[in-house]
């Protein structure tokens, strides 16, 4: 059972870098989120999805961009990144009773 | 929107005992879920326990379980029997059906468990 898969595990990127980071979900939840982690801070919400094609701002959404395109896949991208985006971040895909997580992804941006 | 608050940031608990983490939250929806997630040192999310608000019988999983109060908006969580791997990161979590099926977690609390 793969669940939620997120890539990469790891990366580091030096300032004014983008990426994107990937999410895939094989349960056909129509939730789908990205959480940030940081120490003393819990989770915050990034962006979420009610379903393909939609997307949602959450608490902390500046610098950071979302697509649905595909029900299964929600991708995050940073197009220029800045040291305050050093997190951990975590894909989510859920039905009403609960949140299903990926294993996280440690971003440090230089 | 709604909050969640954990005000114990750590807490310890010698093996084999009792331990309560506390949870208290903010909502004026009616129909809402609250969750336990424990986060290992692996930094896998994993699911402890689920309280449907519509329910009064508080939820038990084996030696987990949870005072679930409704009136006072609190939420604790009772592990019994502490063991080694309990040690991890708890954070409560609340989901409502009017908030776009969100979930909001505290800050989180570091249990430690004393051999």
């Known amino acids: 059972n793969a669940g939620v898969t997120q890539t990469p595990k790891f990366r580091v990127l030096k300032t004014g870098q983008s990426m994107t980071l990937l999410c895939a979900q094989d349960?056909?939840?129509?939730?789908m989120y990205w959480y940030r982690q940081d120490p003393g801070m819990g989770l915050r919400l990034i962006h979420y999805?009610?379903?393909?094609?939609?997307?949602a701002k959450g608490e902390v959404p500046d610098g950071y961009n979302v697509s649905r395109l595909k029900k299964q896949n929600f991708l995050l991208g940073l197009e220029s990144a800045a040291p305050s985006q050093t997190s951990v971040y975590f894909c989510?895909?859920?039905?009403?009773?609960?949140?299903?997580f990926g294993q996280g992804t440690r971003l440090t941006v230089v | 929107a709604q909050t969640v608050t954990q005000s114990q940031p750590e807490m310890s608990v010698q093996e084999a005992e009792t331990v309560t983490l506390s949870c208290t939250y903010d909502?004026?929806?009616?129909?809402?879920?609250l969750f336990w997630y424990k986060q290992p040192p692996s930094r896998q999310m994993i699911l402890v326990i689920r309280?449907?608000?519509?329910?009064?019988q508080n939820a038990t999983e084996n030696r987990f379980s949870v005072n679930f109060q409704k009136a006072a908006k609190s939420f604790s969580l009772k592990i019994s029997d502490s063991q080694l791997g309990d040690a991890a990161m708890y954070f409560c979590?609340?989901?409502?059906?009017?908030?776009?099926?969100?979930?909001?977690f505290g800050t989180g609390t570091s249990l430690t468990v004393i051999p």
């Open positions: 989510a895909s859920s039905y009403w009773a609960e949140a299903f």
């Open positions: 349960m056909n939840h129509e939730y």
């Open positions: 999805s009610v379903g393909e094609g939609t997307t």
């Open positions: 909502t004026s929806e009616s129909d809402y879920y």
């Open positions: 309280q449907e608000a519509y329910k009064q």
């Open positions: 979590a609340y989901s409502g059906s009017n908030t776009g099926n969100q979930f909001y």
